[in-house]
Structures are given as structure tokens and as C-alpha cells.
């Protein structure tokens, strides 16, 4: 039996790419996203499956595991991968009103690109617990070079970002050896819906990373299986593997080493 995906934001750009690459390898694609028209379309170009799913809504999320569990039986790759960029300026100064504070924080950014990652992430392990001839999957998150370096102008952005390698860092550590590896991809500027058009027009061109080349390191990391706790940087055709640094206090090294799950403590 085909082995089965499910894809958040799969209906554009890298989750679009890394579907269409897992279809053309044999694997049966879910794509959960909000758009649905072009989930639809898609879905029915991959011989597929569409479910249309706010990844902020837990509830909706859960119900889309459900669906694609009843479907094929079987999950042997979750994709978080849903996000946006935000939308509002951190830096703006604001004329103090009556209560001497600005507007409350638009920060859905965190909600959809961190607290909708940690969910998928952790249904993820719920299903893949269930698989029967293997029980186990490979979860991937898309963070970004956001999430490895400071990206002064999105700090939302790579807050959420670096809450994803820390999450893939941790899991790793207290999954290993139980077949379900977490990993993350880091890609750099890739031209997709995320921006406009001419917002990606004024990105130095020659830096940009195509879409297929991201699909591709997804592949990687879901296709080694010595793979696991890693952050997988595609930066145009180089991938680099970022991999967990080792404390740099020796009185960490008990607390925090890899040697150290927790697992009779937990
Ligand atoms: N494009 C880049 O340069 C770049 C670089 C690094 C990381 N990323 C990350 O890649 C991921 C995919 O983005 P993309 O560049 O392909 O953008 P995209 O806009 O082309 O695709 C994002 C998809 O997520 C869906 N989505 C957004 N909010 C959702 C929600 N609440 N529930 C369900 N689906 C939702 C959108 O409908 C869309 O189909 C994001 O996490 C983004 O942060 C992008």
C-alpha cells in the first residue's frame, strides 16, 4: 500500500511543491489548507485527497488527522508546514492614547507558524503511534534561515521560527529509536505566495532558492533514516545540516546532553 503524507499548507508554494514531488514518488498526498479551490484542484491532480483546515482552529486540525486516518488507514509522514509572514511592524511608534499604550499586538504569526506547529506536531505522534505494520513516522516542520539567524525585520517571524528548531531539537532527543524522527527544513527566500510578486522583485534575485530544491530537501529528510533533531538549511542548490550545538557550560552537559531523555523522570 502507498505510503501516505499529509501536507499542511499544500495547496502553494512549498507544501504545493513537496506534494507534487511525494505524489510523482508513489505516495498518497492529503494537502489540509484554508484555500480551497486550489487544494481542490491540486488534491485531484495528485489522486489525492483535500481537507480544508485552519490550522489555528485545534478542533478543525484534529478533524483532519481523523479524516485522513479513516481514509488510508495509515500516516507515515506529517509536513507542518502552513505560514505566513507578519504583516505589521514591530518598530512602529505609536502617540501614547488615553491609557498611555499602543494598539494591542497583532501576533497571529505566532499562532499559525508556532502554536498550530507544536499541534500538528503533536498529532502527529498520536497517529503514527497507531500505524500497525510499523508503528512510527517522519515529521517535518518548516522553519527557515529565519529560524537560525536574527531576521531584523519579521522578529515575530523568527521567534515562531526558532520555536520550531527548538521543538524539532527537543522531540528528537526523547523519540529516538522509537521510529519517529522530527526534523526541520530551513529554506532561504523562495519565491511563493508568501509575499507579492514585487515584494519578491526587490529580493536580490541571484540568492533565491527554487521551490523544487526545498521539496527536495524534504524528501532527504524523510527519506534517511539516520536523519533525526535536524535543522536541513536549502539555500539555493547547498544544503547544509544544522545540527543541535552541545551546551557550552559543562554544568549543562547532565541536564541537557542527549545522553540525558528523562525518560524514567517524565
Ligand atoms: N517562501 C519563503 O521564502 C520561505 C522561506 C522560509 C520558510 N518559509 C515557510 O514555508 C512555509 C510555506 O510557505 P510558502 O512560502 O510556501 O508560502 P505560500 O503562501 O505559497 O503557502 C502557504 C500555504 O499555507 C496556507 N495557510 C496559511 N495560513 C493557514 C492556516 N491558518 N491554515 C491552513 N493553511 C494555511 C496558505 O493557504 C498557503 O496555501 C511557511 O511556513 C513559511 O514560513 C517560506
Known amino acids: 500500500m502507498a505510503k501516505v503524507a499529509l501536507i499542511t499548507g499544500g495547496a502553494s508554494g512549498i507544501g504545493l511543491a513537496t506534494a507534487q514531488l511525494f505524489a510523482s514518488k508513489g505516495w498518497t498526498v492529503a494537502i489540509a489548507?484554508?484555500?480551497e479551490s486550489a487544494g481542490n484542484k491540486y488534491a485531484a491532480?495528485?489522486?489525492?485527497?483535500?481537507?480544508?483546515?485552519?490550522v489555528t482552529d485545534y478542533d478543525n486540525l484534529a478533524q483532519t488527522?481523523?479524516?485522513?486516518?479513516?481514509?488510508y488507514g495509515r500516516l507515515d509522514m506529517v509536513y507542518a508546514n502552513a505560514g505566513i509572514v507578519e504583516k505589521v511592524n514591530f518598530y512602529e511608534e505609536y502617540k501614547s492614547d488615553d491609557d498611555g499604550l499602543p494598539p494591542r499586538l497583532d501576533d497571529v504569526v505566532l499562532d499559525i507558524n508556532l502554536r498550530s506547529v507544536v499541534w500538528t506536531a503533536h498529532l502527529?505522534?498520536?497517529?503514527?503511534?497507531?500505524?500497525?505494520?510499523?508503528?512510527?513516522g517522519s515529521l517535518v516542520i518548516t522553519a527557515s534561515t529565519g529560524g537560525l539567524y536574527a531576521t531584523p525585520l519579521?522578529?515575530?517571524y523568527a521567534a515562531a521560527k526558532f520555536g520550531c528548531v527548538g521543538l524539532v531539537r527537543s522531540l528528537a532527543v526523547y523519540l529516538?529509536?522509537?521510529?519517529?524522527?522530527?526534523?526541520?527544513?530551513?529554506?532561504?527566500?523562495?519565491?511563493?505566495?508568501?509575499?507579492?510578486?514585487?515584494?519578491?522583485?526587490?529580493?536580490?534575485?541571484?540568492?533565491?532558492?527554487?521551490v523544487e530544491n526545498v521539496a527536495k530537501a524534504v524528501a532527504k529528510l524523510v527519506e534517511d533514516e539516520s536523519?533525526?533533531?535536524?535543522?536541513?538549511m536549502v539555500v539555493q542548490d547547498r544544503l547544509t545540516i544544522i545540527?543541535?550545538?552541545?551546551?557550552?557550560?559543562?554544568?549543562?552537559?547532565?541536564?541537557?546532553?542527549?545522553?540525558?531523555?528523562f525518560k524514567d523522570g517524565m
Open 33 to 35: 489548507d484554508l484555500n
Open 45 to 54: 491532480e495528485l489522486k489525492g485527497s483535500f481537507h480544508k483546515t485552519n
Open 227 to 232: 536523519l533525526t533533531g535536524k535543522s536541513l
Open 65 to 71: 488527522f481523523v479524516q485522513v486516518w479513516k481514509k
Open 176 to 210: 529516538e529509536g522509537t521510529g519517529i524522527r522530527v526534523n526541520c527544513v530551513c529554506p532561504g527566500a523562495v519565491a511563493t505566495g508568501l509575499l507579492k510578486k514585487e515584494e519578491w522583485a526587490k529580493f536580490p534575485q541571484d540568492t533565491m532558492t527554487p
Open 124 to 136: 502527529a505522534l498520536h497517529f503514527f503511534r497507531k500505524n500497525q505494520d510499523k508503528p512510527g
Open 243 to 261: 545540527d543541535n550545538p552541545e551546551p557550552s557550560d559543562p554544568a549543562l552537559h547532565g541536564m541537557m546532553s542527549r545522553d540525558n531523555k
Open 154 to 156: 519579521l522578529p515575530m
